[in-house]
């Protein structure tokens, strides 16, 4: 959110599509594409590469965004983050390989300049916020409208290389270069004055294909625009829908005015990133429980229960101790499995305690956190669980006790499964039985190790 990192995105934004249209432009006219770089273009596709590689650079220092969770304490795992999704593609266009090959070849310079056009992609990844209840609409629009925009210049391009123009003279000719330069604009501009018209499926007549190449051209581009107009008005259409939802509405200005009172209240931004990584699975659970009392409740009852155990079996795969389990051992599983709703700040589990049973988070947040005495609290929050975690699974198989206590954040409904029902349930498949207390026994070492080390 600093200026500096505001005026490096605006620099590059501006950068990538200038040369965008630069590269594009000219390699659909013959004239320029067949003429050696000038010291200018030199010099702005240098700048334009040294700015990406100072991009790279800050991109392993700043923070950015699992989920709604804000990675920026850690620099290890930034880097981490940053060399797992984004990297290989930001080296991959960011290498000057036209530049490599201009000494060797003028032929192999401007086809390599078409990687350049791939550089573009990376203006999505541009003006992110570290408050994730700012909205970016106003950003993704631009975009949208932006990328309109760059497609019909590129269509234009294409359809300038394919037809291009037979009156158009080489340089250098007893035409002057300014010459050349002003008939190549309006080239581009009949060019670009045949693709709205083609695309929007006007067609005058004035200009029309001369080969087969340029005819086919053409239909692809009436196809995909019919197609592109009718993608449109869809997601105009949904847009307008998705506004006037209630549910999305209620969520949009819950979201806004929060983020307006931690701006009027001055809230450091330590504590508005602990708000942030919070607020949405509160939102979330509300949203829930109003489902749930508005719609679920009027099913009837044998419908209510099947969506019930489709949710547990869904808690029960994402569980390594049960992914082999069969689909017969899961069902017989979630019969024994029982739903507990807690208020928030209400314990689940405490340190200690000899663990009897493993929990399902259905939706809500819990804390984790261990005793330390030495501290102003007392005690320290380790992680944070949301909708879909579980913990405790090792109570099931084994006397141990419980090595950090849970607490609810907010609202929660929880599924327990008890250690007597789950050995009832085992003990009719012994197979599966001997092959959880083998991976049980795994996870002891890891622990152990991880202990000592």
Known sequence: DGRLWRACDVLLVVAAVAEAVMVSSVLAIAVLREEPPFGGGLAFDGFVTLLYVVTILLSFRTATFEGWDLVDQDPALVRSIYLQNRFRYDLLVTIPYDLLALPFSLRAYRLLQAVRLCRVVLVTQRFRSSNPLRSRRRWRL?????????????????????????????????????????????????????????????????????????????????????????????????????????????AREKKKKLANMMDYLGLPFQEQKAVFSIFPHVLKTGIERQIQAEIVSMLPPFMQDTMAMRAKLRLLRSVTLFAGASEGILRDLTSCMQQKILQSQRMVVRHGDIGNEMFFLLSGLVEVFVPEPHTAAGERVVATLSEGAAFGELALLLETERTASIRTITVCVLYRLRKADCFAILNRHPDFKRRLELEVERKMAEIHRAEEA
Request: aromatic share 10%.
């Open 142 to 250: 631009f975009m949208k409208f932006g990328a309109i925009l760059l497609t019909l210049h590129f269509v234009a391009c294409i359809w300038l290389a394919i037809e291009g123009d037979p009156h158009m003279p080489p340089i250098p000719t007893e035409v002057s270069r300014n010459t050349v330069l002003v008939r190549a604009m309006r080239n581009y501009m009949r060019a670009l004055y045949w693709t709205i018209t083609t695309v929007t499926t006007t067609g005058y007549g004035d200009i029309t294909p001369s080969g087969d190449g340029a005819r086919l051209f053409a239909a692809l581009v009436m196809f995909v625009g019919v197609l592109g107009q009718a993608v449109a008005l869809t997601d105009l259409w949904q847009l307008a829908m998705q506004s006037n939802d209630p549910l999305t509405v209620e």
